[in-house]
């Protein structure tokens, strides 16, 4: 799908700009879209030598009245906590009807997003990283008083990334973006699955903003680590069409189920790990876009047990029996969630999705019918375990848990904690209801292939 027509189906993006100097036209947004304001630029040590210092010479010399910037200290780490929230909005209040510019990645961009939230206005983002795909999504991941949450918030109106910057990022931050776009290859396969059993009917616009294009964007995983500014503008794009897509899936649902559309039970396991508070060997948070390539490899693990299967080996009395009461169930999502922060909201997330005896049998014998259907569209979405492993290898993500400081063992019971954290229909819940998770897990336990 054109970038016109993306744009034409989400609310708050006017504008995506990604290409060599154009962190140049930043002064032409801001006369077009805000021009009684004062631009302010919130930007860390790094990003404002990358790019803010930059910005702020150009929006000078186009005669814009522009406030004092917001440069965070940076080392330490910058944490997406609410605080620095409230630094911006303190900060904000002493420049005239401010406007706020967005110059970094994920953290900074988080913080943006809350604080123009806060203030009712828009704003805009300059990408110094094809790191993530938060840019354009609503939402910002953000910690208050020591919760990890998603806070309300819109996306920016204007998104500007010059590939000279990109280009410039760390090779970790690309690998990053790399990770993060891959992930919808996974997702994309855990939408095929749940429109498949009728869980969550795909919807064709939003599907069409990335799956086509994604082979396309995540074809050149060398060019990627060899910092190429081709490959990283389309890595860029990937990941805020991928923004956008969620964007555009918020407007018919719940902000918590639009991230269907970039995200899957890859997710998921990042989710899990950043909760139990995991850090990398240098003692700061891993990336996101890191952790993500680590639960991909985990899913299409999974994924390549599951669909070994031939249809009669689905055993549906087999599974039915398998399938818990909700009393045990229940005694089940404690013993895996009992440890996170507020675990009882999985008790309720559970239940949701918990089926009768007769809903399962009803689901498994349409699984059982149409397997090689499934089976087929699966695999045409979803390279296989080793050909995901070499992509993600050759873009320099990490490949194994311990790349992520992570003990394998871990990354094994994720599976169980990953199918209890969201009703949102992936390959966990097919293989649990199936009735082969657990047999699933310990193939991939017991493989010299996987996660190793
Ligand atoms: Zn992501």
């Not at 995540?218 to 490959?231: I, R, V």
């Not at 990398?280 to 390549?304: E, K, R, W, Y």
């Not at 070499?390 to 199918?419: F, H, W």
Request: glycine share 6%; aromatic share 8%.
């Amino acid at each position: 799908m054109k970038l016109t027509e993306v744009l034409s189906l989400v609310k708050d993006t006017q504008e995506l700009v990604i290409g060599s100097g154009v962190i140049n036209t930043c002064s032409e947004y801001i006369y077009k879209y805000w021009p009684e304001c004062s631009p302010m630029i919130v930007a860390d040590t790094n990003t404002w030598k990358a790019a803010g210092q930059q910005i702020k010479r150009e929006l000078s010399e186009s005669g814009l009245n522009i406030a004092e910037p917001l440069i965070f200290e940076t080392p330490p780490y910058l944490h997406a906590d609410y605080r620095n929230v409230e630094i911006i909005l303190e900060k904000a209040e002493t420049a005239s009807n401010p406007v706020l510019i967005a110059v970094g990645s994920g953290t900074v961009n988080d913080l943006v997003k809350r604080a123009a939230f806060e203030l009712n206005s828009s704003y805009l983002t300059v990408g110094t990283a094809a790191s993530m795909d938060g840019y354009c999504s609503s939402g910002a991941a953000l910690s208050r008083n020591g919760r990890k949450q998603t806070m309300e918030c819109g996306a920016p109106k204007v998104i500007i990334a010059d590939t000279d910057i990109l280009v410039t990022a760390p090779p970790e931050a690309s690998a990053a973006g790399y990770g993060d776009l891959a992930s919808k290859l996974t997702a994309g396969a855990d939408w095929l699955i749940a429109d498949f059993t009728g869980d969550d009917p795909i919807e064709e616009k939003v599907w069409d903003i990335i799956q086509p294009n994604l082979d396309g964007w995540l074809s050149n995983p060398e060019k990627t680590a060899e910092g190429d500014p081709q490959s990283l503008s389309a890595i860029f794009e990937g990941l805020n069409f991928s923004g956008l897509a969620m964007q555009a899936l918020g407007l018919s649902r719940a902000a918590s189920k639009a991230s269907r559309a970039a995200s899957g039970a890859e997710h998921m396991f990042s989710h899990i790990w950043e909760m139990s508070g995991h850090l990398g060997s240098d003692g700061n948070p891993v990336s996101h876009g890191f952790q993500v390539s680590v639960g991909i490899l985990c899913v299409c693990a999974l994924m390549d047990e599951v669909f070994d299967m031939d249809a009669d080996e689905i055993d549906i009395e087999a599974a039915l029996e398998a399938y818990p009461d909700w009393e045990t169930r229940a005694a089940e999502v404690e013993e895996q969630m009992g440890n996170l922060p507020s675990w009882e909201e999985y008790i309720d997330i559970c239940r949701e999705k918990h089926l009768t005896k007769d809903e399962l049998r009803a689901k498994l014998v349409k699984v059982k019918a149409d397997w090689n259907e499934l089976r087929d569209n699966v695999k045409n979405r979803l390279p296989s375990y080793s050909k995901t492993y070499r992509m993600l290898k050759t873009a320099g993500c990490p490949v194994k848990p311990e790349d992520i400081n992570l003990k394998r063992e871990t990354a094994i019971s994720t599976y169980k904690k990953a199918q209890c954290m969201r009703n949102r229909y992936t390959i966990l819940d097919l293989a649990y209801e199936l009735g082969v998770l657990s047999k699933c897990i310990q193939s991939i336990e017991d493989s010299s292939q996987y996660l190793n």
